[in-house]
């Protein structure tokens, strides 16, 4: 039957909107998907054999179904007239001027996507918010498409997206749950319902949640600031841990036994980061505020503070080691993204952690197995927000900087002739290096500050090193000199 055929259009081929819609192409054969965006050179390279984000698994799902049930294309007005369900996985920047600068999200390329889907459509359509946006967007945007609808009618459904970068791919594949929330009418229901027979082709009808459209919305904001919060609070107690001689390995694992608690998500870290859970928490603060809910809001907040706090810690515990000084000292950074097996950069602790060792006038010779140097340039002359916004002034590093910095593609030309080795990122790769060659061509003392607890710390501390683990028992020589945070 013709007429049952569903078509997908999701505007926005980024993180999210790019695996997602793979996988629904790849799980629903009778469903024709098209990725559009404005960025040209996007759509070019998920249109090549060099896709625009490094996603394990995901190469093999685009192979399979491009060209047959899903395409990427630039021409976003004819692909959205022509969907039956258009999913809108734009990016939501933090806004940097303005009301609620530094915390409410801009939803400037929201508010155009929605224009211009009330533009082109001629016929009546189903709007899927997929990224992750403020609590009663929702409503907003069902007021641009009513107001400007010429008699077409349109459904707004808030289906959050809660894949993690690195498993984005299995996430999909088998996700927790499907959240669809949209609106108590008959109307809302039968829309919900299509979106729910496209889950339904490989997900479990029970995994299948549906909600009003402002409990699904607040669900995301809320899940991601529950996560970050268990982050935040491991990674107080690692410098709790680190004062008292307990170490957080074992105070996680034996915390995480409890059932009601769970062992996941418990890994003490120099800081959690990615797109999402600053973005998300900062505009759940934002909002408590708007709806005179300071004592929420002020709630909220601390996990960011831990978080920064986590960071300058880290730094600091740096610098005060090795004799109060990093001046002209070369620094190794083993790992720039934000976490292992994905080469995105957005919010990673290392920027911080750079920014504060360049800033103590460090040579930093960073090494990561999927960032480019282009990228990492970027990140460290980028002012906060600024990296969502897809416009903004490229500032050139300044010539000392440019000197400060290098990037290599290995992790032993990183640590030749280093002081220090700044574990940043949880790579596999960084747990079976060769460390005594490493430490053979290091200057002494050598010191390896580990960020992400992968080292083997008996073993390095053997080999020679004066070794730093996030929230486990400190060695005599960093004892000795504490770091004032
Ligand atoms: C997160 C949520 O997990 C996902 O559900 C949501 O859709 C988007 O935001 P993501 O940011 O891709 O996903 O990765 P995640 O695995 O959650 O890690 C976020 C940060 O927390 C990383 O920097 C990671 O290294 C850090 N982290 C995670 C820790 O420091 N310790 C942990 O135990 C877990
Ligand atoms: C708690 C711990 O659960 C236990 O492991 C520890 O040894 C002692 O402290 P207890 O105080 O006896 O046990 O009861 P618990 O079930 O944890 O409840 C504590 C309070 O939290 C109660 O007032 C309960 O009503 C409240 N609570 C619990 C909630 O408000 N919401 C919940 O979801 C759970
Ligand atoms: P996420 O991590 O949420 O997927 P990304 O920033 O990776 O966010 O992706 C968002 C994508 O949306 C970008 O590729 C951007 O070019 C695209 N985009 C933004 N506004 C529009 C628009 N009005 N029409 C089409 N694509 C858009």
Same mark, same amino acid.
């Given at each position: 039957? @013709?007429?049952?055929?569903?078509?997908?259009?999701?505007?926005?081929?980024?993180?999210?909107?790019?695996? #997602?819609?793979?996988?629904?192409?790849?799980?629903?054969? *009778?469903?024709?998907? &098209? &990725?559009?965006?404005?960025?040209?050179?996007?759509?070019?390279?998920?249109?090549?054999?060099?896709?625009?984000? +490094?996603?394990?698994?995901? /190469?093999?799902?685009?192979?399979?179904?491009?060209?047959?049930?899903?395409?990427?294309?630039?021409?976003?007005?004819?692909?959205?007239?022509?969907?039956?369900? &258009?999913?809108?996985?734009?990016?939501?920047?933090?806004?940097?001027?303005?009301?609620?600068?530094?915390?409410?999200?801009?939803?400037?390329?929201?508010?155009?996507?929605?224009?211009?889907?009330?533009?082109?459509?001629?016929? *009546?359509?189903?709007?899927?918010?997929?990224?992750?946006?403020?609590?009663?967007?929702?409503?907003?945007?069902?007021?641009? @498409?009513?107001?400007?609808?010429?008699?077409?009618?349109?459904?707004?459904?808030?289906?959050?997206? =809660?894949?993690?970068?690195?498993?984005?791919?299995? /996430?999909?594949?088998?996700?927790?749950?499907?959240?669809?929330?949209?609106?108590?009418?008959?109307?809302?229901?039968?829309?919900?319902? #299509?979106?729910?027979?496209?889950?339904?082709?490989?997900?479990?009808?029970?995994?299948?949640?549906?909600?009003?459209?402002?409990?699904?919305?607040?669900?995301?904001?809320?899940?991601?600031?529950? @996560?970050?919060?268990?982050?935040?609070?491991?990674?107080?107690?690692?410098?709790?841990?680190?004062?008292?001689?307990?170490?957080?390995?074992? &105070?996680? +694992?034996?915390?995480?036994?409890?059932?009601?608690?769970?062992?996941? =998500? @418990?890994?003490?870290?120099?800081?959690?980061?990615?797109?999402?859970?600053?973005?998300?928490?900062?505009? $759940?603060?934002?909002?408590?505020?708007?709806?005179?809910?300071?004592?929420?809001?002020?709630?909220?907040?601390?996990?960011?503070? !831990?978080?920064?706090?986590?960071?300058?810690?880290?730094?600091?515990?740096?610098?005060?080691?090795?004799?109060?000084?990093?001046?002209?000292?070369?620094?190794?950074? $083993?790992?720039?993204? =934000?976490?292992?097996? #994905?080469?995105?950069?957005?919010?990673?602790?290392?920027?911080?952690?750079?920014?504060?060792?360049?800033?103590?006038?460090?040579?930093?010779?960073?090494?990561?197995?999927?960032?480019?140097?282009? %990228?990492?340039?970027?990140?460290?002359?980028?002012?906060?927000?600024?990296?969502?916004?897809?416009?903004?002034?490229?500032?050139?590093?300044?010539?000392?900087?440019?000197? %400060?910095?290098?990037?290599?593609?290995?992790?032993?030309?990183?640590?030749?002739?280093?002081?220090?080795?700044?574990?940043?990122?949880?790579?596999?790769?960084?747990? #079976? $290096?060769?460390?005594?060659?490493?430490?053979?061509?290091?200057?002494?003392?050598?010191?390896?500050?580990?960020?992400?607890?992968?080292?083997?710390?008996?073993?390095?501390?053997?080999?020679?090193?004066?070794?730093?683990?996030?929230?486990?028992? $400190?060695?005599?020589?960093?004892?000795?000199?504490?770091? !004032?945070?």
């Amino acid at each position: 039957n @013709l007429r049952e055929m569903v078509k997908i259009c999701c505007i926005g081929a980024g993180y999210v909107g790019g695996p #997602t819609m793979a996988v629904i192409a790849l799980k629903c054969p *009778d469903i024709q998907v &098209v &990725v559009v965006d404005i960025s040209v050179p996007r759509i070019t390279a998920w249109n090549s054999d060099q896709l625009p984000i +490094y996603e394990p698994g995901l /190469d093999d799902v685009v192979k399979q179904c491009r060209g047959k049930n899903l395409f990427f294309s630039t021409d976003v007005e004819k692909h959205v007239c022509e969907a039956d369900i &258009v999913f809108v996985s734009v990016n939501t920047p933090t806004k940097t001027r303005g009301l609620g600068a530094g915390k409410a999200a801009d939803l400037t390329y929201w508010e155009s996507a929605a224009r211009m889907i009330a533009d082109v459509s001629k016929s *009546d359509k189903i709007v899927v918010e997929k990224s992750t946006v403020p609590v009663k967007t929702a409503e907003a945007i069902e007021k641009i @498409l009513t107001h400007n609808s010429k008699g077409i009618n349109f459904q707004i459904l808030s289906n959050p997206e =809660f894949l993690a970068e690195g498993t984005a791919i299995e /996430d999909l594949f088998k996700p927790d749950r499907v959240l669809i929330g949209g609106r108590e009418t008959p109307g809302g229901q039968k829309a919900i319902q #299509t979106l729910k027979n496209v889950y339904a082709h490989w997900v479990p009808e029970e995994n299948i949640i549906t909600t009003n459209l402002w409990s699904a919305e607040l669900s995301k904001l809320a899940a991601n600031a529950f @996560l970050a919060q268990r982050i935040s609070s491991v990674n107080a107690m690692s410098a709790l841990c680190e004062a008292t001689g307990a170490n957080v390995s074992q &105070v996680a +694992y034996a915390v995480g036994k409890d059932t009601r608690i769970g062992p996941k =998500f @418990l890994n003490a870290s120099v800081g959690f980061g990615g797109s999402c859970f600053q973005k998300d928490i900062l505009n $759940l603060v934002y909002i408590c505020e708007c709806n005179g809910l300071p004592e929420v809001a002020e709630y909220w907040k601390q996990v960011i503070k !831990i978080n920064d706090y986590q960071k300058s810690r880290f730094v600091n515990r740096v610098v005060a080691s090795m004799f109060n000084t990093v001046s002209n000292k070369k620094i190794a950074i $083993l790992g720039f993204a =934000f976490k292992k097996d #994905t080469g995105d950069t957005r919010e990673t602790p290392a920027i911080d952690v750079c920014k504060g060792l360049l800033g103590d006038k460090a040579c930093v010779s960073i090494y990561d197995p999927q960032v480019t140097e282009d %990228q990492i340039r970027r990140d460290l002359t980028l002012n906060k927000f600024e990296w969502d916004h897809p416009f903004h002034v490229q500032r050139p590093m300044s010539p000392t900087t440019v000197k %400060q910095v290098t990037v290599v593609w290995d992790a032993y030309a990183a640590t030749k002739d280093a002081h220090a080795i700044c574990i940043l990122t949880e790579w596999d790769e960084f747990k #079976t $290096l060769d460390y005594k060659r490493i430490y053979d061509n290091m200057q002494k003392p050598a010191f390896i500050f580990d960020g992400r607890n992968v080292v083997d710390i008996e073993k390095l501390r053997e080999i020679g090193f004066i070794v730093y683990s996030i929230g486990k028992p $400190l060695d005599a020589w960093l004892k000795d000199m504490p770091a !004032i945070a």
